[in-house]
C-alpha cells in the first residue's frame, strides 16, 4: 500500500527557515498534481501550495514570497522551503499527491512550531 511520509517539522523561531519534504513509499502512476496543505489547532485544514505536472505553481497569499514548493513526480518527492517563518505559520504540514482521473494521496502529517 502506498503511503505518504512527510519529514522535515520541528520547532524554530520567527523568522528562522525549515524545509519540509515528502516520500512516497512504492508506485504511483499517473500523478498530476502535488501539494501541501496545514491544519493549524481549532481550524480546518487549509491550502499552502501545490503545482500540477507540467503546469504552474500555486500559493496561498499569506505564505506567498515566503515558501517555495518543488517536487519531482517522477520520484515522487516533494519540499517545501519554508523562510520567514511567522508564529501563525504554526500547523501539521500534510503533504498530498492527486493522481488522474480522481484519486489522492495523503501524509500523515508533520508539526511545524514557530515560537520564541
Known amino acids: 500500500q502506498v503511503q505518504l511520509v512527510e519529514s522535515g517539522g520541528g520547532l524554530v523561531q520567527p523568522g528562522e527557515s525549515l524545509r519540509l519534504s515528502c516520500a512516497a513509499s512504492?508506485?504511483?502512476?499517473?500523478?498530476?498534481?502535488m501539494g501541501w496543505y496545514r491544519q493549524a489547532p481549532g481550524k480546518q485544514r487549509e491550502f499552502v501550495a501545490d503545482?500540477?505536472?507540467?503546469?504552474?505553481?500555486r500559493y496561498a497569499d499569506s505564505v506567498r514570497g515566503r515558501f517555495d514548493i518543488s517536487g519531482d513526480n517522477a520520484k515522487l518527492t516533494m519540499y517545501l522551503q519554508m523562510n520567514s517563518l511567522k508564529p501563525e505559520d504554526t500547523a501539521v504540514y500534510y503533504c498530498?499527491?492527486?493522481?488522474?482521473?480522481?484519486?489522492?494521496?495523503w501524509g500523515q502529517g508533520t508539526q511545524v512550531t514557530v515560537s520564541s
Open positions: 503545482f500540477t505536472v507540467g503546469g504552474g505553481t
Open positions: 512504492g508506485s504511483i502512476d499517473s500523478i498530476i498534481g
Open positions: 498530498r499527491y492527486a493522481t488522474w482521473p480522481d484519486y489522492e494521496y
